[in-house]
T-cell receptor, first 115, second 112 residues
């Protein structure tokens, strides 16, 4: 499977705990995006990387959220001191600018439930 | 909050009827993309429109980008049960290229 993969697919955690999600983009894609989606809403932009550089971060993203893409390949999204409002589907997507192709390919998502 | 407005939120049609969803932005977009998300699935890219007034067709789907590059529409002719899902528009602005602003989506239900 050469698509975008995310791990884990589901995560249940208690309020106050830290969680980390991983995204593996399509191998030749240089851009990687993180979104959050709640029921009945469209994906909400969190941040994106071009290679290893984090180019933009949403103002909606509190200091509890951090993302990395150390080698320009996979990425991690960490949420510290989780709150119930963090419960959502976290989607990762990747794209390639090299071909002038702006299509974003989404992974299956990580569903986070904070109890 | 949502930077791109999309209506209607829900649409229920009988198979064979047409369907249209509309997308509107308060600011000019550099391009607009459309995605489809099946129940339990993830968004899947359908098309990108870049030029003012552009119209593109994919079989029964027709996509339009407004002259002012602030609005767009997706029209499906003669819906089929396989069209079920949520359709999202997503706009990109020149000042924040790479960042997509998604609409809330239109959830389409088709009954046989």
């Amino acid at each position: 499977d050469t698509g975008v993969s995310q791990d884990p697919r589901h995560k249940i955690t208690k309020r106050g705990q830290n969680v980390t999600f991983r995204c593996d983009p399509i191998s030749e894609h240089n851009r990687l995006y993180w979104y959050r989606q709640t029921l009945g809403q469209g994906p909400e932009f969190l941040t994106y990387f071009q290679n290893e550089a984090q180019l933009e971060k949403s103002r909606l993203l509190s200091d509890r959220f951090s993302a990395e893409r150390p080698k320009g390949s996979f990425s991690t999204l960490e949420i510290q001191r989780t709150e119930q409002g963090d419960s959502a589907m976290y989607l990762c997507a990747s794209s390639s600018l090299n071909r002038g192709d702006y299509e974003q390919y989404f992974g299956p998502g990580t569903r986070l439930t904070v109890t | 909050g949502q930077q791109v407005m999309q209506i209607p939120q829900y649409q229920h049609v009988q198979e064979g009827e047409d369907f249209t969803t509309y997308c509107n932005s308060s600011t000019t977009l550099s391009n607009i993309q459309w995605y489809k998300q099946r129940p339990g699935g993830h968004p899947v890219f359908l098309i990108q429109l870049v030029k003012s007034g552009e119209v593109k067709k994919q079989k029964r789907l027709t996509f339009q980008f407004g002259e002012a590059k602030k609005n767009s529409s997706l029209h499906i002719t003669a819906t089929q049960t396989t069209d079920v899902g949520t359709y999202f528009c997503a706009g990109e602005r020149g000042s924040t290229l790479g960042r997509l602003y998604f609409g809330r989506g239109t959830q389409l239900t088709v009954w046989p």
